[in-house]
């Protein structure tokens, strides 16, 4: 039945939009990805679940990259998003083939030219920063309340303090990282964003935990040299970009514990708490 549905929701798009050659690409927990001929351009097609709230900021957000730094939107409503099809290889083949300070370069890049772009258009249905935060703050009050001082309970308080006092303004991608930018022929190109408003620092933080590749990540060393790579080439301050790696690593963290359910949960959980205790020693509370 639920095939039959996906069938019938494809099959009105393709009508509606004058798409042709659908070939499934990939299927996500918010959205089935199809590669679809648009004239005689292959594009994305990607069609939402029904209740998926991100994928919807997200296509406010590509609307207002705009091309970019970030792949162009062509059309979307509620159900779908028809998109600029990044054809080349994902950024952390770069990693993998060891060229990962080059990537971190290739990241700061990319962020330069999100945040680049003119910042008067409105920004209306986007999430800003401090409510995006909301898992971490409510995760601390559980804590405290049953007297816990535990590390979301000191992620929370910096948290506070940075978003009370926030810099540069920007819409933000809200998701950067190696496995959602990839090369075209326009250059490195990012796509799911999460229509996020706030510091254009936070961009920093989930590229600092990732790639999914433990000798990296959980590597002090090569942690604190790719924040200074991106705090250098974006002109920030390195204690920031920490600062907001650490806070986003426990805003991850208390995300998945409230889908433990879920399959390797725990194992996310664990990964992103293991970052926030490497960058804890290195920052100053505010």
Same mark, same amino acid.
């Given at each position: 039945?639920? =095939?039959?549905?996906?069938?019938?929701? $494809?099959?009105?798009?393709?009508?509606?939009?004058? $798409?042709?050659?659908?070939?499934? $690409?990939?299927?996500?927990?918010?959205?089935?990805?199809?590669?679809?001929?648009?004239?005689?351009?292959?594009?994305?097609?990607?069609?939402?679940?029904?209740? &998926?709230?991100?994928?919807?900021?997200?296509?406010?957000?590509?609307?207002?990259?705009?091309?970019?730094?970030?792949?162009?939107?062509?059309? @979307?409503?509620?159900?779908? !998003? %028809?998109? /600029?099809? =990044?054809?080349?290889?994902? #950024?952390?083949?770069?990693?993998?083939?060891? &060229?990962? /300070?080059?990537?971190?370069?290739?990241?700061?890049?990319?962020?330069?030219?999100?945040?680049?772009?003119?910042?008067?258009?409105?920004?209306?249905?986007?999430?800003?920063?401090?409510?995006?935060?909301?898992? $971490? #703050? +409510?995760?601390?009050? +559980?804590?405290?309340?049953?007297?816990?001082?535990?590390?979301?309970?000191?992620?929370?308080? #910096? =948290?506070?303090?940075?978003?009370?006092? !926030?810099?540069?303004?920007?819409?933000?991608?809200?998701?950067?990282?190696?496995?959602?930018?990839?090369?075209?022929?326009?250059?490195?190109?990012?796509?799911?964003?999460?229509?996020?408003?706030? +510091?254009?620092? @936070?961009?920093?933080?989930?590229?600092?935990?990732?790639?999914?590749?433990?000798?990296?990540?959980?590597?002090?060393?090569?942690?604190?040299?790719?924040?200074?790579?991106?705090?250098?080439? %974006? &002109?920030?301050?390195?204690?920031?970009?920490?600062?907001?790696?650490?806070?986003?690593?426990?805003?991850?963290?208390?995300?998945?514990?409230?889908?433990?359910?879920? /399959?390797?949960?725990?194992?996310?959980?664990?990964?992103? %708490?293991?970052?926030?205790?490497?960058?804890?020693?290195?920052?100053?509370?505010?």
């Amino acid at each position: 039945m639920v =095939a039959l549905c996906e069938n019938k929701k $494809l099959n009105d798009y393709l009508a509606a939009w004058n $798409l042709s050659t659908p070939r499934l $690409l990939s299927q996500t927990m918010t959205s089935h990805i199809y590669t679809v001929i648009h004239g005689s351009e292959k594009v994305i097609l990607k069609l939402l679940s029904s209740s &998926e709230a991100d994928e919807r900021r997200g296509a406010l957000a590509l609307r207002y990259f705009d091309g970019h730094g970030a792949v162009r939107l062509l059309r @979307y409503d509620d159900g779908a !998003q %028809l998109m /600029e099809y =990044a054809t080349g290889d994902a #950024l952390v083949t770069l990693v993998e083939h060891g &060229e990962d /300070e080059k990537a971190t370069r290739i990241i700061a890049q990319v962020i330069k030219q999100l945040h680049g772009v003119p910042q008067d258009a409105p920004n209306d249905g986007m999430v800003m920063l401090d409510r995006w935060f909301e898992a $971490l #703050l +409510e995760k601390a009050v +559980e804590e405290r309340q049953v007297g816990i001082e535990s590390i979301y309970v000191r992620g929370a308080s #910096l =948290a506070e303090q940075l978003l009370a006092d !926030q810099q540069e303004i920007r819409v933000l991608h809200g998701d950067i990282h190696h496995y959602n930018i990839r090369h075209s022929p326009r250059g490195w190109l990012a796509f799911d964003p999460k229509g996020v408003v706030g +510091e254009r620092t @936070y961009d920093c933080a989930n590229t600092l935990c990732n790639p999914v590749i433990p000798e990296l990540v959980h590597n002090e060393t090569r942690l604190l040299n790719n924040a200074a790579i991106l705090a250098e080439a %974006l &002109e920030l301050e390195l204690g920031r970009v920490l600062a907001f790696a650490y806070v986003y690593a426990c805003l991850n963290a208390s995300w998945w514990t409230q889908l433990s359910d879920r /399959e390797g949960a725990e194992d996310i959980v664990r990964w992103h %708490l293991d970052v926030a205790k490497i960058i804890e020693p290195h920052i100053e509370m505010l």
